[in-house]
């Protein structure tokens, strides 16, 4: 009886995991200053959910100068996971989120086809021109 109920309970623990890996549309969004977009295409969400969660090491990226535009990426709830930074969107740093992932205060390149889909994004693709 007592196995059973160690068990039931060890399959509970990694069902998150497993579920959080998966954004569905309007789970993260784009911030500026002033707004945010919710990111809903069907496409760019695995391509997240990959930057994010994968097990592929990520490439870590130069630090963007002082005056580089940057922009919050956001989860529903206004929790800010990090920014995503230069007219390219290719550089990220995480402000705590997955720290298994991501490390403290070292940027890492976003992958081209990814920061490609990011600038399509309003407000992002004002100042991407």
């Known amino acids: 009886m007592h196995v059973a109920i160690a068990v039931a309970a ?5 069902i998150p995991s497993a579920t959080a890996k998966d954004f569905g549309p309007g789970d993260m969004r784009v911030c500026n200053a002033t707004r945010c977009v919710p990111i809903v295409k069907q496409g760019v969400l695995p391509q997240l959910g990959r930057f994010y969660y994968g097990s592929v090491r990520l490439a870590h990226a130069a630090k963007p100068p002082l005056g580089t535009p ?8 206004g929790y800010v996971t990090g920014i995503v930074a ?3 969107l290719d550089r990220f740093l995480s402000y705590g989120v ?3 992932r991501f490390t403290r205060d070292i940027w890492c390149a976003v992958p081209r086809q990814l920061s490609a889909e ?5 407000p992002a693709c ?3 021109a």
């Not at 060890?10 to 990694?14: D, E, N, P, Q, V």
């Not at 940057?70 to 709830?77: A, E």
């Not at 990011?118 to 309003?122: A, K």
């Open 126 to 128: 004002a100042s991407c």
């Open 98 to 100: 997955h720290l298994e």
């Open 70 to 77: 940057y922009f919050q990426l956001r989860f529903d709830n």
């Open 10 to 14: 060890s399959a509970l623990l990694f």
């Open 118 to 122: 990011l600038r399509r994004l309003p």
């Open 86 to 88: 230069t007219r390219a």
